[in-house]
Nanobody, 124 residues
Framework: HMQLVESGGGSVQAGGSLRLSCVASDYPSNLYRMGWFRQTPGNEREGVAS???????VYPDFVLGRFTISRDNAKNSLYLLMNSLKPEDTAMYYC??????????????????WGQGTQVTVSS
């Protein structure tokens, strides 16, 4: 059973940076889509970054230029570097994956595997 485990969350002041990590227990396919999402209480989960096995990446406008998604195949790890953090970036952040497909997406329903989440809190 493939698992995703996130780490790296924490508390930071506005303008600061954090790097989230996600380790996958297995990679059942050379084709994959992976992404980072976030969610606050009472709101829907939203995508903040995605990459695929072809090396394509996509970001929504509200994080473009501040967040960077990357992958280390040797470590089975996915990362999200978050710079210039704002209080509105406060949320639970989740790593997600889908295998056997290609193409990026920030739509939660297009992912099949999810981590448990790591909390990010940005204070003003």
């Amino acid at each position: 059973h493939m698992q995703l485990v996130e780490s790296g969350g924490g508390s930071v002041q506005a303008g600061g940076s954090l790097r989230l990590s996600c380790v996958a227990s297995d990679y059942p396919s050379n084709l994959y889509r992976m992404g980072w999402f976030r969610q606050t209480p009472g709101n829907e989960r939203e995508g903040v970054a995605s990459l695929d096995s072809a090396g394509s990446t996509v970001y929504p406008d509200f994080v473009l230029g501040r967040f960077t998604i990357s992958r280390d195949n040797a470590k089975n790890s996915l990362y999200l570097l978050m710079n210039s953090l704002k209080p509105e970036d406060t949320a639970m952040y989740y790593c997600a994956a889908r295998y056997g497909v290609i193409g990026t997406s920030t739509t939660p329903s297009l992912y099949t595997h999810w981590g448990q989440g790591t909390q990010v809190t940005v204070s003003s």
